[in-house]
């Protein structure tokens, strides 16, 4: 009996145990225990693990304590909210840590057990800046002249508890302390609006330092604020003097604090790098380099004093988003030899970042790196298409043992280097390519049975990669690489599958919105190089400027994060107005515009019979987006509660639908533009009847043929083209031209020449092996890899409702099988937890898994008319869908 007994209390324990819902990836802001933030009301968020299906939170608590006082908990609140829980306690206070922890309550009846984490505040007020702003004050510290190097040195005399550095510059910093780099961090502080919007970082360097003397040292680079941007000579676009703030706070083991600051003590001389710039690379002279520079005990009395400097400090916030760190690293995978001779490492995979090299040599020897993406049919490497970005890295080598370089204050758009000065036989090993981008978290995969998909999925995450910079950019290469807004808003929804962009976009949007223009409209490039130097081209247009209204509603569907509609509103509404303004009779037909930038274009000189450019009307593709964007400014001001907003933009968006069906559109539903792209906006923004839409689809669709299967789309038209088929019922042929692989199409660039990376033209290299214009012509462009947004919410079948189901909250799964595909996979890192959705077909079973997060609950819909042969786990579903909570699910139907 007692045994008996003791068996029943086990099975139930285990039973417990098993329904026990943990607490998981718990972070505020975003962040995981930040050691940094600049938010006095921070938000709290939490995944729920369980095993049992069906799981959701009922109520939380959270706590959070200084040491051991208490300064806020917020009781036991009745709510299923388990992200972006906004803090409600006594004020933070800066430079201080903090711990916190959070249990909630399930729908069993279930308390989760604590989970524990923290946060440090940063600097929280623009008087917690006790340092100054220094430059170095040298005759040849200019855009094109030397890198400064500044040095302090200090003692510490007690046990120390901890010790923070809070730093930001007016150019690009590096630093050591006691000889060891501070940070995994590069090209710091990032690219922003200086002049409006400036980050610092924070860093514990607690470790670093050491009873007695201690010395910090730091290299200042040009980098985005002074160097060349856009064209040649557009230069010092945000002033010509680059400039530290540097702010250490010690807190002793006694309690008491001690600040080590930038002021005109520190001491300044001129470092081994005689150049460096953003699209021309960077040149070191080993032989005048001063490696201890860092150290206590070396001596600065040749150095000259630093120069202090009035420059603001009350606009610098605490940084939000993540740093850029070193990423992949790669071998070559070839040692090439040009026609002319030339030596060139190929690194198998176009990448941004740079090479760092370990190489012995003899003193005065000069080793220089060119960077491009191609070579030319001979095997010649391609530089054309660099424009005026010589893209080098030289090193003049100062004989002492074997030396290990790298570049400090630039990158570079490459797969293939040019080595020249190297005496004999190169060592490929001696050479690592290093991939950098911003530290972005990796949320998504994709899969399928189609090999050439997959290399165009890697394609897709290799240009986000390559251009995620700090900065949404066009391309990593050439005299350019800047935040263009038309190709960002394009690739939003594809880039936060890949990653977590959520603080990525986040802080690049706060620059939008500093440099918006006083009339609302929004620079075409954030952030705004010329600004400065105005160019002829006005800014303000469709598909360009509406990133503004289209990426914040986009990052609230993905990431459920309504505060950033809520910041980003006033931008929004702003630039609709402007748009309101400049339309005349609610038709924008004026101004300056890119329209379909960049499609399909016949040869003249090889006009195939039949064939014809794409040319859409500029103004009907402006009408169209017109409308996408009030639409999306209805939805958020129903989110936001403004209804008379919402009333005002639903009678706008009417008139704008009638303003284009009279201009653009005959009684028939023929546009005035017979494109692919001109169908697809006007079907996908619903801008004709309803009872002319299916005659638009026919109408798409002939289109399509007659370009025997092959898109003709450009830049605003691509995303759109294959969801307006799927969504019109003609799925065969949004499957037609995803494995399309002739010219032009998403496969060429594949399977006629490998690309590793997206192009920015469907034929930046032509199928004779011939390149395009080099004036515009990059091989890493992600503007087409929009399509990646429907192969994940179509062919693995993964997406998200919106309004309150945003975020993943409410999950859709809905597959839509098509293009001989045997199977295809995805799965999402959402705010929730893990979604995943994985099919396959075996002997004509169509057989799928799905996984839901715990606190979410989806709708299946399965892509069969048998709906008798639906079973889940070999019961019947009895239906075409089916809505489910948390868990693991395996279903198999007949097609």
């Given amino acids: 009996m007692k045994k008996h007994i003791l068996t029943l209390l086990f099975i139930g324990f285990s039973i417990t145990n098993y329904a026990q819902t943990e607490l998981q990836n718990l972070t505020i802001e975003n962040l995981s225990n930040p050691i940094g933030i600049g938010v006095k009301t921070p938000r709290f968020s939490w995944q729920l693990i369980s095993k049992v299906r069906e799981t959701k939170q009922t109520a939380y608590e959270i706590q959070v304590l200084n040491g051991k006082k208490t300064v806020w908990s917020s009781g036991k609140v009745i709510s ?66 030397i890198v400064p190097m500044f040095r302090k040195s200090f003692s510490v005399n007690k046990k120390i508890a901890s010790a923070k550095v809070y730093v930001t510059s007016r150019g690009l910093y590096d630093i050591k302390i006691n000889g060891k780099r501070m940070g995994d961090s590069y090209l710091s502080p990032g690219w922003t609006s200086y002049k409006k919007h400036l980050q610092y970082q924070t860093y514990d360097v607690s470790n670093m330092l050491s009873e007695g003397k201690n010395a910090i040292g730091a290299l200042l680079g040009s980098g985005w604020y002074r160097t060349t941007l856009a064209w040649v000579g557009h ?43 953003i699209y021309n690379g960077e040149v070191q002279d080993a032989r ?26 009350d606009y610098i916030t605490a940084s939000i988003n993540e ?122 995969a994709f899969e399928t049975s189609n090999s050439y998909i997959n290399q165009l999925q890697s394609n897709i995450q290799w240009s986000q990669k390559g251009n995620f910079l700090d900065v949404p950019t066009d391309c990593p290469q050439r005299d350019e690489r800047l935040g263009w807004t038309g190709d960002a808003q394009v690739f939003s929804r594809t880039a936060g599958y890949n990653f977590n962009v959520n603080q990525f976009f986040s802080k690049w949007l706060i620059d939008l919105s500093a440099d918006q223009n006083e009339d609302g409209s929004v620079p075409h490039i954030i952030p705004d190089v010329f600004k400065a130097k105005p160019s002829d081209i006005k800014p303000g247009a469709a598909g360009w400027s509406d990133a503004s209204i289209i990426i914040p509603y986009n990052l609230y569907v993905i990431y459920g994060d309504k505060q950033i509609v809520e910041r980003q509103y006033p931008s929004m509404q702003a630039y609709l107005s402007y748009v309101q303004k400049v339309a005349k009779n609610d ?136 969801p307006v088929l799927t969504r019109f019922g003609r799925n065969d042929i949004a499957y037609k031209l995803l494995l399309q692989d002739t010219y032009p199409s998403w496969l060429y660039p594949i399977k006629a020449h490998g690309a590793t990376t997206i192009w920015e033209r469907w034929d930046s290299m032509k199928p004779d092996g011939a390149f395009n214009d080099p004036s515009m012509t990059s091989f890493n462009h992600y503007a087409y890899g929009a399509v990646g947004d429907w192969m994940y919410r179509t062919i693995a079948g993964i997406d998200t409702k919106e309004a309150e189901g945003a975020g993943y909250k409410t999950i859709i799964i809905k597959p839509e099988i098509g293009g001989d595909l045997k199977y295809a996979k995805g799965s999402l890192q959402t705010n929730y937890g893990l979604v995943a959705s994985s099919w396959k077909i075996e002997n004509n079973k169509f057989i799928l898994d799905v996984e839901i997060p715990a606190n979410t609950n989806a709708t299946i819909e399965f892509p069969t008319t048998k709906i008798e042969t639906i079973k889940e786990n070999g019961t019947a579903v009895n239906s075409k869908s089916k809505t489910v909570g948390s868990g693991k699910y395996r279903f198999e139907m007949e097609l």
């Fill in 587 to 722: 038709l924008w037909n004026t101004g300056f515009q890119y329209a379909d930038w960049l499609s399909y274009r016949v040869d003249d000189s090889k006009r195939n019979v039949g064939m014809k450019s794409a040319i859409t009307d500029n103004y009907l593709v402006a009408q169209c987006f017109y409308a996408y964007n009030t639409e999306i400014m209805i939805k958020t001001a129903s989110l936001l509660g403004k209804t008379n907003d919402v009333v005002a933009y639903q009678a706008l968006l009417e008139r704008i639908k009638t303003a284009f069906q009279n201009e653009y559109m005959t009684a028939s539903g023929k546009l005035i533009s017979e494109t692919q792209t001109a169908y697809v906006l006007a079907l996908q923004f619903d801008m004709l009847p309803e009872n002319l839409r299916t005659q638009a689809v026919n109408r798409l669709v002939e289109n399509i043929k007659s370009y025997d299967y092959h898109l003709t789309t450009g830049f605003l038209g691509t995303p759109f083209l294959n």
């Fill in 80 to 145: 299923e909210a388990s992200i972006f829980n906004t803090y409600n306690g006594l004020t933070l206070a800066s430079n201080a840590k903090y711990t916190w922890k959070v249990r909630i309550w399930d729908n069993r009846g279930h308390t989760s057990k604590w989970a524990n984490a923290s946060f440090a505040t940063a600097l929280l007020n623009a008087s917690d800046w006790k340092a100054t702003w220094i430059s170095s004050g040298l005759k040849n510290d200019t855009v094109n002249g």
């Fill in 288 to 313: 005048i380099e001063t490696k201890d520079y860092s150290l206590a005990n070396y001596n600065d009395n040749q150095w000259a004093n630093s120069v202090t400097k009035d420059f603001p400090k």
């Fill in 323 to 444: 740093p850029i760190r070193k990423q992949e690293t790669l071998k070559p995978v070839k040692v090439l030899t040009s026609p002319k001779g030339e030596t060139i490492l190929d690194f198998g995979q176009n990448i941004a970042g740079w090479v760092k090299v370990a190489i012995q040599g003899l003193e005065g020897q000069k080793i220089t790196l060119s960077h491009v993406e191609m070579l030319d049919k001979l095997g010649t490497p391609y530089f054309k298409n660099l424009r005026s970005a010589k893209a080098q890295a030289t090193y003049t080598l100062s004989g002492n043992g074997v030396e290990t370089l790298e570049p400090h204050f630039t990158t570079f758009g490459f797969r293939y280097v040019k080595v020249e000065g190297i005496r004999g036989e190169i060592n490929p090993d001696n050479f690592t390519a290093i991939a950098l981008y911003s530290d972005i978290k990796k949320t998504g």
């Fill in 235 to 277: 230069k010092n676009i945000y002033g010509k003097q680059t400039a530290l703030l540097f702010q250490m706070v010690i807190k002793y083991a006694d309690g008491t604090t001690e600040t080590v600051v930038s002021d005109d003590s520190w001491k300044v001389s001129k470092s081994s790098i005689t150049y460096s710039e």
